[in-house]
Nanobody, 117 residues
Framework: QVQVVESGGGLVQTGGSLRLSCVVSGSIFSVLTVGWYRQAPGKERELVASINSGSKTNYVDSAKGRFSISRDNAKKTVYLQMNSLQSEDTAVYYC???????????WGQGTQVTVSS
């Protein structure tokens, strides 16, 4: 069963940067698509960025030009580099994996990102 562990969140001022990490276990990492999601208080969870096995990336419009997703297959880790953070980026960030066409039903504990003005 696939498991994910997120880390790297914290408190940062507006305009600052953070790098989140997602370590994946329990599957053949190199064939997986991995996505970073976030959920702000009172809002639905949304997909922020994803990277497939060929390192093709996709971003939600609000993250384009500020966030960068990357992967290290040897470390079974996906990173989310977040720059120019804004208060609207405050949320719990989660990662999730997809094998083939099916997203995993397992979620990690998430990592809190708080952007203060």
């Amino acid at each position: 069963q696939v498991q994910v562990v997120e880390s790297g969140g914290g408190l940062v001022q507006t305009g600052g940067s953070l790098r989140l990490s997602c370590v994946v276990s329990g599957s053949i990492f190199s064939v997986l698509t991995v996505g970073w999601y976030r959920q702000a208080p009172g809002k639905e969870r949304e997909l922020v960025a994803s990277i497939n096995s060929g390192s093709k990336t996709n971003y939600v419009d609000s993250a384009k030009g500020r966030f960068s997703i990357s992967r290290d297959n040897a470390k079974k880790t996906v990173y989310l580099q977040m720059n120019s953070l804004q208060s609207e980026d405050t949320a719990v960030y989660y990662c999730r994996v997809k094998s083939g066409s099916a997203w995993s039903t397992n979620w990690g504990q998430g990592t809190q990102v708080t952007v203060s003005s």
